[in-house]
């Protein structure tokens, strides 16, 4: 009996070391919605890569990218190489971008437990094989249609390019690539999309440092003091670009003036006295510094300068700036921002499906959480128009390049 015993454990033993050598990662299975199994592959085991090229541009357009990214390598069923972010910006002098990595931006280890089964971002510690790789141009330019780009993504997945361990596509900014999934996709991979710790600090200070002044106007404490931020874009870099487009479209509800914000802001109805402002707004690019004056009486508006914060802005690069700015706004009571922004446009998605995941089944109603305006639309009693995302959208294609369609 004990030499029978002997010998199970040895073939035993022998089974799972010649299983570690051979399969040295685990594999584990997902039911999908369809109650079909699904393979998902982690670590090395069978797994496909793609590269993207740099991600540029403003913090927004690189979340954009970096989840249209994400989306390409989902429908090519492959991993993303985790993508180099741009921490400065520079739209013309590619050589002056300043790459930050990824994880120095979002924590790496949330994005793919938050999206398991969805998308997967790898390290390039991860590529067994370096050389084993095919480089690919993506399509571009007028000609390069959106049925062109679906094919060629088509082409991506044949077994020609399965026999590459990494497509590495190199060309055009991914912000710039064809839209194929709807809102909800883009939706899903901007939910796992988690800042660092350093940087979430960064902005509890910013939010604590706004309640405080609310409270010392109010009798309620810091902790519960409201506050409304308004994504003014007034500089000189937006009312050019926006001058030229609403020439460009024939149109004129793209630029705000701060006489405009100020107004609309001040007709928003339920606002209550002693409202506290942050205006979220690039102080070094304004035309003047009268951007706290002439609010509404009762209004009490503060930017970094105000709050004393201009040095913690400072330390940090462009990127991060903006994702301070972003969280800060993200967590405000109320929202009110530009409709053609892609800042904007961003937050009031995640406003929106927080108040969606909340049971709230109407988001433009009154009296709802976390409501967001857009101020360069008029609304009613001459405030600004109620706004929430349109889930159902088929693409991210008003998100990206900005619209005056707020489903309110």
Not at 251 to 271: F, H, P
Request: aromatic share 10%.
């Amino acid at each position: 009996m004990n030499s029978w015993v002997t010998k199970c454990l040895f073939l035993l033993a022998m089974v799972l070391i010649i299983r570690t050598l051979l399969l040295p990662n685990t594999i584990s299975f997902h039911v999908s919605k369809n109650n079909e199994i699904e393979l998902l592959k982690q670590g090395n085991v069978r797994m496909k890569f793609l590269e993207v090229p740099q991600i540029v541009w403003g913090l927004n357009n690189q979340k954009i990218a970096f989840a249209r990214a994400c989306l390409t390598s989902r429908m090519l069923n492959r991993t993303l190489l985790m993508p180099s972010l741009s921490a400065s910006l520079c739209y013309k002098e590619m050589d002056r971008l300043q790459p930050i990595s990824f994880d120095k931006v979002f924590n790496f280890e949330r994005f793919n437990s938050l999206c398991d089964g969805f998308v997967r971002v790898s390290r390039y510690s991860d590529v067994r094989n370096e050389s084993n790789l095919i480089e690919v141009q993506k399509g571009s330019g007028r000609r390069w249609t959106l049925e062109r780009d679906l094919d060629q993504l088509k082409e991506f997945s044949n077994q020609d390019y399965d026999a590459y361990e990494t497509i590495r596509v190199v060309g055009k900014n991914p912000f710039l690539w064809h839209d194929h999934w709807p809102v909800s996709d883009y939706a899903k991979v901007f939910e796992c999309l988690v800042l660092v710790d350093e940087i979430s600090k960064e902005a509890d200070e910013v939010v604590s440092k706004i309640r405080e002044f609310g409270s010392e106007t109010t009798s309620v404490s810091s902790y519960q003091k409201p506050y409304v931020a308004i994504h003014m874009r007034i500089e000189k870099d937006w009312m050019i670009h926006c001058k030229k487009r609403e020439q460009r479209l024939n149109m004129s509800s793209i630029c705000s003036s701060k006489e405009e914000i100020t107004t609309r802001v001040a007709n928003i109805q339920g606002l209550k006295p002693q409202t506290t402002l942050y205006l979220a707004v690039a102080n070094e690019l304004l035309e003047d510094d009268s951007v706290l004056n002439g609010w509404k009486q009762g209004m009490h508006p503060v930017d970094k300068k105000r709050l004393g914060l201009t040095e913690i802005y400072k330390n940090h690069s462009y990127l991060i700036q903006s994702a301070i700015d972003y969280e800060v706004c993200l967590r405000a009571d109320v929202f009110v921002g530009n409709s053609y922004s892609t800042f904007s446009s961003l937050l009031v998605l995640e406003r929106t499906q927080k108040m969606i995941k909340m049971g709230v089944s109407h988001p433009c109603g009154t009296d709802v959480r976390w409501p967001s305006y857009a101020y360069n639309i008029e609304g009613e009693s001459g405030g600004p128009r109620r706004w929430m995302t349109n889930f159902s959208d088929s693409s991210l294609q008003a998100i990206s390049y900005g619209s005056n369609s707020v489903s309110c």
